[in-house]
């Protein structure tokens, strides 16, 4: 069976206090997504509100963040224990942090390697030295690889949560100097805009997935920044960056993603329902999801 799909909402915005990714998860369920696409409403992740006063490393809603991806991680966690597809709908990608807890958690009992696939305009591998604002959105990769603000380390059980060569990042056309070093030492690999359009997005994750078959498998948890789009296709975000990625080769990717039947939890975050165009953005969600859902359920046919 292809199982079922719970969808979390987490309507906060303390990794980033402009971006307006609070009000993501209530613009979604107004165009009714969850019924419509048959997943199970588990309701809304709770938490403090944001805090701009910097913390001694110049980070802001530190304990917020962290207060907030516990939340997450334990939601997440739920509806993994219950053999669904968590769907984490940010918010901003901060919270990121607690669905990747959660699924290193769950892969870790099951024996299996995790690996995460980011689809993003920013690479989020920044720690408080190098962050040139200070918010957290902009750290979640990096503390996923065990690196960065000690507070945000202690979210999941244990630390690193993800082997820096099990990381792949897609569409990425925003490095900060320093963040490209953290990169750079971590080994991370990231595929920027001119390799995609080279090479094509759906050839590159297909590749990966292979890799990831002929390593052996395991827990694929695929991280979905809405800002990954070109803002032309997705304008309800809130640190657009021209030069973005298409949505046919988003749906592709994401039905080959489903498919593969490797895929067991998933976020799509920063989408900013103030900065939307009418519901535009809230559309291309629906696509996105859709996309993996077709994948997933075609991958069941097949093995049915
Ligand atoms: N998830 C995001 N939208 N991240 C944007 C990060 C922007 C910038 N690199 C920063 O650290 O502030
Ligand atoms: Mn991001």
């Known amino acids: 069976m292809s199982g079922w799909y719970g969808f979390i909402g987490v309507p906060t915005d303390v990794g980033n206090?402009?971006?307006g990714a609070a009000e993501g998860p209530a613009a979604l369920r107004a165009i009714g997504l969850a019924p419509r696409m048959g997943m199970v409403?588990?309701?809304d992740v709770r938490g403090p509100a944001y805090d701009g006063t910097p913390d001694e490393t110049g980070s802001r809603s530190v304990r917020e963040t962290a207060a907030w991806c516990t939340?997450?991680?334990?939601?997440v966690a739920g509806v993994l224990a219950d053999g669904g597809v968590p769907v984490m709908v940010g918010g901003d990608h901060a919270m990121a942090l607690g669905s990747v807890a959660a699924a290193a958690e769950h892969a870790r009992?099951?024996?299996r390697n995790l690996y995460v696939l980011w689809f993003d305009a920013h690479p989020d591998f920044n720690t408080p030295e190098t962050s040139p604002s200070g918010n957290t959105h902009g750290y979640p990769a990096a503390l996923a690889c065990g690196i960065g603000h000690p507070c945000l380390l202690r979210v999941g059980a244990f630390t690193p949560l993800l082997r820096p060569d099990r990381l792949v990042q897609f569409g990425i056309r925003d490095i900060d100097a320093g963040e490209r070093e953290n990169l750079r030492r971590s080994g991370i690999e990231f595929?920027?805009?001119p390799a995609v359009r080279e090479r094509g997005l759906a050839a590159l994750v297909a590749h990966t997935i292979s890799r990831i078959q002929a390593a052996g498998g395991g827990h694929v948890h695929v991280s979905f920044d809405i800002d990954a789009l070109?803002?032309?296709?997705?304008?309800g975000v809130g640190t657009p960056v021209p030069g973005g990625l298409l949505l046919d080769e988003c749906v592709d990717s994401l039905r080959l993603l489903g498919a593969s039947g490797l895929v067991q939890s998933l976020d799509i975050v920063e989408y900013?329902?103030?900065?939307?165009q009418g519901n535009r953005t809230a559309h291309v969600v629906e696509?996105?999801?859709a996309g993996f859902m077709a994948g997933r359920d075609g991958q069941t046919a097949l093995v049915a």
Do not use: F, I, W, Y
């Open 272 to 276: 900013a329902a103030t900065q939307d």
């Open 41 to 43: 409403d588990r309701g």
């Open 17 to 19: 206090k402009a971006c």
């Open 191 to 193: 595929h920027e805009m």
């Open 109 to 111: 009992r099951q024996g």
């Open 230 to 235: 070109d803002p032309s296709v997705a304008p």
């Open 71 to 75: 939340g997450v991680r334990n939601a």
């Open 287 to 289: 696509h996105l999801l």
